[in-house]
């Protein structure tokens, strides 16, 4: 499913096997069941993530302009 990430913290679900995969931009990416601080914004993902794992994951983008970046995850 393709998704759009913003300046604002969007909550998703992944499961074991999924692939999260940046088309454009770079975005944050925090797993945990809260959300994240912006001290604690988590991992900077300009590419390729493979889960091992079932997570609830959150994701923002990275840039403090105004621009969204697209990411999918399958």
Do not use: C
């Not at 759009?4 to 995969?21: C, E, F, P, Y």
């Not at 088309?23 to 390729?48: K, Q, R």
Request: zero cysteines; glycine letters at 6%.
């Amino acid at each position: 499913m393709k998704y759009t990430a913003t300046k604002a913290w969007q909550k998703l679900t992944v499961k074991a096997g999924n692939i999260l995969q940046v088309h454009y931009g770079t975005i944050y990416l925090h797993i945990g069941d809260t959300e994240p601080t912006e001290s604690d914004d988590g991992l900077i993902v300009s590419s390729t993530v493979n889960f091992n794992e079932d997570y609830t994951v959150w994701v923002r983008t990275n840039s403090y302009a105004d621009v969204n970046s697209d990411f999918v995850i399958q």
